[in-house]
């Protein structure tokens, strides 16, 4: 009886059409209320199992965000429903106040300016690390501009920025294949920071770094914080409390903590669900 | 060189500043089979047509006919190359754009013939007469004009492409589900060509061709012709596929064959992309195709069989794919030892096929380009 439905909604008087409602998701980032991340009632369930429960989450503007949780505490998921990579069953998901990441798929979100590095390292094994880094680079991304896209001075030398910053100078003709775990691992950050998004979403950056990359890894995210926002997912507790202002704690699909470290070390229930007493 | 560039003369040099830009830069196969495209263009007129034919130098039509055919299956091969080497979509039915392509050139022959047929009807070919049609169908309106059946040749399999990608790739049909699919489509219009009610000629095809551009398409200097055009198109169309690849779109292309939800995760519309770079092979395989008609005087729908599509698969990856002048090189020469082998172990060539694929996918993933450059290296 969906024509029914139909119907009588184009009867009613009391509302106006959906044609003539302005697009929820077109227009720029809006964030004069502070938040560029709604997370409201969030919910996803695979097989009867709530990954994320009643999620409810807000990233300010510029911030630098942990999040950190045992495993299965819905981490990823989160990530996954911010990217478009799963639709949520319930909630309300916003990029900024006007644009509903839940209307919009995986590309468009995207060129929005939400990036993300992957937990294991995705990068394009057989191009180089420079190639790696232009493909990354914010701008358009149809087809049409990408056969008569030239290579102009200045995106060059904002390749070499990068390449430098990333500690890749040396590496830039490898093929990025060829790079060991911890290159891959800053080369993702390097494409992140070609493709210049609002928000940064990482996921565990660290993984597999010495520390004194630890060290410097932990001086960029902080450093990109403020023009950016970055979340961070991470395991490593050393690391997070040498980067974290403002801690999230997930716990079987929502939110258990927030606040600064010490405020969230020392909450009872925090502390009962990593030590399990 | 390097340090006009940028700064610290760095990597990003090895980036292409535009894909037009330099296209042969460091591609030396290309340079190869470009040199031997322009030396086959000002020779092989020559030798067929001004030296004596009791001369050894002397190239017999035939000869110029059968390279002329090699020259076709290498430009198939070139275009079945962009989407499987550099996309990563392993196409099982190229066949039906290369066959596609054929008819339609197929189509202004026979309009070409009129009133030389075996039933003397000036509009309609001997087959529609035969089956006791009245008047040509709407999609044979236009075949008599050159310009137009050119058009078609790109436009149908072009279309046909668009379609079938467009709909594949959306519903992100991917790997051997594709392939299969593709090959679904071949077998489709294999049987579908195969019915006279289709108005293409049915099992017979479309032959009996005399003329094109009213030239007899049998004498020496028109073979000779239809040679040159191929070695044309083989030529021109290695340089688009070249500058495809050379480009940010080749780039992007690449990276969906390596990482497709990394590619989509960072903003690019994977799907559109595919499509595109898959029509644009199929009107090359296309054009491939219409050169293929004139020289071999027919048209039916075994061409659309299955088994040429993964003939042509065999050819590229013989060649060594992802390199296009390989994949050009593994067409010809295929087909050349084809040639050979049919004269004197006809039953056996199947077989002999059979085997080279899988002794390429065994031993030289890399095709011959593979293995020269191995040998180079050592």
Redesign the interface.
């Known amino acids: 009886m969906q024509w029914l439905d139909d119907t009588r909604a184009f009867m009613r008087r009391d509302q106006v059409f959906d044609i003539v409602r302005p697009v929820a998701s077109s227009g720029r980032v809006d964030t004069r209320h502070g938040p560029i991340l709604y997370l409201e009632d969030v919910t996803v369930s695979f097989d009867g199992f709530r990954a994320l429960d009643a999620l409810t989450l807000y990233i300010d503007d510029g911030e630098l965000r942990c999040i950190i949780g045992p495993n299965g505490a819905g981490k990823s998921t989160m990530m996954d429903v911010i990217t478009g990579r799963t639709r949520p069953d319930n909630g309300a998901a916003w990029f900024g106040q006007r644009l509903d990441l839940l209307r919009m798929d995986e590309t468009e979100i995207a060129q929005a300016g939400i990036g993300r590095k992957f937990q294991k390292p995705t990068v394009f094994p057989r191009h180089r690390v420079v190639e790696n880094l232009e493909l990354a680079m914010a701008g358009p991304r149809g087809v049409w501009s990408a056969l008569t896209a030239r290579l102009d001075r200045s995106t060059r030398e904002r390749i070499d920025e990068v390449l430098e910053e990333i500690g890749l100078a040396d590496q830039g003709r490898a093929l990025a294949g060829q790079l060991s775990h911890g290159q891959k691992q800053w080369l993702e950050i390097g494409m992140l920071l070609m493709q210049d998004p609002r928000v940064l979403l990482v996921d565990e950056p660290v993984a597999g770094m010495t520390h004194q990359e630890m060290d410097r890894t932990a001086e960029l995210l902080t450093r990109l914080a403020g023009r950016h926002s970055v979340v961070v997912v991470e395991h490593d507790m050393e690391f997070v409390r040498s980067i974290a202002r403002k801690v999230t704690v997930l716990h079987q699909g929502s939110v258990l903590a927030e606040g600064s470290m010490e405020e969230v070390q020392s909450d009872p229930r925090v502390i009962e669900v990593y030590l399990g007493e | 060189m390097t340090a006009k560039?940028?700064?610290?003369g760095?990597?990003?040099d090895?980036?292409?500043?535009?894909?037009h830009r330099r296209i042969l830069h460091g591609d030396l196969g290309g340079k190869i089979l470009l040199g031997l495209m322009a030396a086959l263009i000002v020779l092989v007129p020559i030798l067929n047509l001004a030296v004596p034919s009791d001369s050894p130098l002397h190239i017999s039509t035939y000869a110029v006919t059968l390279m002329g055919r090699y020259l076709c299956f290498a430009l198939l091969a070139l275009s079945l190359d962009l989407v499987w080497g550099y996309c990563g979509i392993l196409s099982l039915g190229h066949g039906a754009f290369f066959a596609l392509g054929g008819y339609a050139m197929g189509m202004y022959l026979m309009r070409q013939i009129g009133d030389r047929g075996v039933y003397g009807d000036p509009v309609l070919p001997d087959f529609m007469v035969f089956l006791g049609w009245e008047e040509l169908p709407w999609y044979w309106l236009g075949f008599d004009q050159f310009w137009f059946a050119a058009f078609m040749v790109l436009a149908v399999p072009g279309t046909l492409g668009f379609v079938f990608g467009w709909l594949a790739f959306r519903s992100r049909v991917t790997g051997v589900y594709l392939s299969i699919i593709s090959q679904a489509m071949t077998y489709a219009l294999m049987l579908a060509f195969f019915r006279n009610e289709m108005g293409f000629g049915g099992n017979n095809g479309l032959t009996d061709f005399k003329d094109i551009l009213g030239f007899s398409i049998s004498a020496p200097s028109t073979r000779v012709a239809l040679f040159v055009a191929s070695a044309l198109a083989l030529a021109l169309s290695y340089l688009i596929c070249r500058a495809?690849v050379r480009?940010?779109?080749g780039?992007?292309v690449?990276?969906v064959r390596?990482?497709e939800?990394?590619?989509?995760?960072?903003?690019?519309?994977t799907d559109?992309?595919k499509v595109?770079v898959w029509t644009v092979s199929a009107m090359l395989a296309g054009l491939a195709g219409a050169l293929y008609v004139p020289q071999v005087g027919i048209i039916n729908p075994s061409e659309f069989s299955p088994l040429n599509s993964i003939e042509a698969v065999v050819w590229v990856a013989v060649g060594g794919r992802g390199t296009l002048f390989g994949a050009a090189l593994g067409g010809a020469l295929v087909n050349y030892a084809q040639t050979l082998l049919t004269a004197w172990l006809a039953e056996l060539w199947l077989f002999v096929l059979g085997g080279l694929f899988v002794a390429v996918t065994l031993f030289f993933p890399r095709g011959l380009v593979g293995l020269l450059r191995r040998r180079e290296g050592s």
């Open positions: 560039m940028t700064p610290s760095s990597a990003t090895l980036i292409p500043l535009a894909a495809i480009s940010r779109l780039r992007v690449t990276a390596d990482a939800p990394r590619t989509r995760s960072i903003g690019y519309r559109r992309y595109w």
